[in-house]
């Protein structure tokens, strides 16, 4: 059974009339084809009018929908002989982040990607997708192995954050971070991060500061949670529909801030609606994204990259 939002209730409630009615036509052999039609027309006007007028905290729920496509399941779809490279060869593996090497249309590429659980207990063995310092260093780790064999670097990102917890601390979590930034900053090839569900603070941004970044329409990207900065600005972790609203975390926002370069559409209803539609549109993108990185000259290239992190945040007067 699909799981539905708040927002979706009457949406899902008025399907189930419409199977309810059809049923009972088909059972009694009655004439209902035209209150079927009806509630089939309303059922259409409604669904477009909650789906184009989602607010910041419905696209926080789809974000997190947990039917919502993870990043395995792209990777399984969009290429092909993914082969997957484990640890950082200086402390443990990570299973908040997968890493390894794949060909998309017959090219080799590295991939990398934030991978949650769909379950309770894939969730706890992925660290709900929130990484330690060796997941980060075991990213960077495929960075270099990628430019060293001229391999495009596609991302997926989907974190609520670097974990934060003593051991991590202690092993160097913000250095890690830190230090991908800066040398993903300097990578001699070209690189793609998609944002496909929530893209949390540093955490997203350690596999993220690349040439291209695009969200999914129903994904978010922010520097903190909508709960956390709720918590700091109101003391009041129950006030993150305001946060949300005033984070300008949605794909719109973003991109008219020009943080990303686009938005990948969705299915109506979120990505989990129909995954290999979203696909489909994710594997556009990426063709589109990789064609064009690679015509740029190398220098170019990274020149075109310090100029799109430069004027982040820049005041205009």
Not at 8 to 23: R, S, V
Not at 32 to 55: K, P, W
Not at 205 to 217: A, H, K, N, S, V
Request: hydrophobic content about 35%.
């Amino acid at each position: 059974m699909k799981q539905f939002l708040d927002f979706e209730k009457p949406i899902f409630e008025l399907k189930d009339k419409i199977t309810e009615l059809k049923q009972m036509a088909e059972d009694s052999e009655l004439d209902l084809a035209e209150d079927i039609h009806r509630l089939e027309t309303r059922l259409v006007n409604l669904e477009e009018n909650i789906y184009q007028h989602l607010s910041a905290w419905d696209r926080v729920q789809i974000a997190r929908h947990p039917e919502r496509p993870t990043a395995l399941d792209y990777i399984d779809h969009l290429f092909t002989d993914f082969i997957e490279l484990h640890g950082d060869r200086l402390f443990r593996d990570d299973p908040a982040i997968i890493t390894g090497i794949a060909s998309y249309k017959g090219q080799p590429v590295t991939v990398i990607a934030q991978q949650r659980g769909k379950n309770t207990k894939e969730n706890i063995y992925r660290n709900f997708a929130s990484a330690h310092p060796e997941g980060y260093r075991k990213a960077l780790r495929q960075m270099k192995l990628a430019e060293k064999f001229n391999r495009p670097i596609i991302s997926f990102i989907d974190t609520k954050g670097a974990h934060p917890g003593k051991g991590a601390e202690e092993r160097g979590q913000g250095e890690a971070i830190a230090r991908n930034l800066k040398e993903m900053a300097q990578l001699r090839v070209p690189s793609l991060s998609i944002v496909i569900g929530e893209g949390g603070s540093g955490g997203a941004l350690g596999i993220g500061l690349t040439d291209q970044i695009y969200m999914l329409e129903n994904s978010i990207y922010s520097v903190i949670s909508p709960e956390g900065a709720a918590s700091i600005l109101w003391k009041d972790a129950t006030k993150a529909k305001e946060a949300a609203q005033s984070l300008k975390l949605n794909a719109k926002d973003l991109k008219q801030l020009d943080i990303i370069d686009d938005i990948i559409p969705e299915p109506k209803g979120g990505a989990h609606r129909d995954f290999q539609m979203q696909a489909a549109y994710l594997d556009v993108h990426i063709k589109k994204s990789i064609k064009y990185l690679q015509s740029l000259p190398l220098e170019q290239l990274i020149e075109r990259r310090w100029q799109k992190y430069k004027k982040i945040g820049e005041i205009q007067n």
